[in-house]
């Protein structure tokens, strides 16, 4: 069964709550089923990577993204530029849209 979220890859997105709270970021992957979305540039978490010569591969400390919660996460209005809830219209060739709450924009494109 596939989960429904409210926000997509590319997306401009504020995080509400956590050690990044406050912080804006682009959505580079979303995983519906787990309810999670990695934000570039955001929750940032080390980690240690053995050396492995035979496929090239240099150890050390890297930093990565790692996924955060999508309640955690607001969309963008591209139009008012705020953080806001996510309504949905139906255009009038019947494709079903994103709109912003705040301004009733539409959010896809």
């Given at each position: 069964m596939r989960k429904k979220v409210h926000i997509k890859r590319n997306d401009i997105v504020k995080v509400?709550?956590?050690k990044d709270r406050g912080k804006t970021g682009k959505v580079l992957r979303v995983?519906?089923?787990k309810e999670?979305?990695?934000v570039?540039?955001?929750n940032k978490v080390s980690k240690h990577v053995r050396a492995n010569?035979?496929?090239g591969i240099a150890g050390g400390i890297l930093e990565r993204e790692a996924p955060i919660h999508v309640s955690n996460l607001m969309v963008v209005?591209?139009?008012c530029n705020e953080p806001t809830?996510?309504?949905h219209a139906f255009l009038s060739d019947g494709r079903k849209v994103r709109v912003c709450k705040k301004c009733n924009a539409n959010i896809d494109k």
């Open positions: 509400i709550s956590g995983f519906p089923m999670r979305a990695i570039e540039g955001l010569p035979q496929q209005c591209p139009s809830r996510i309504g």
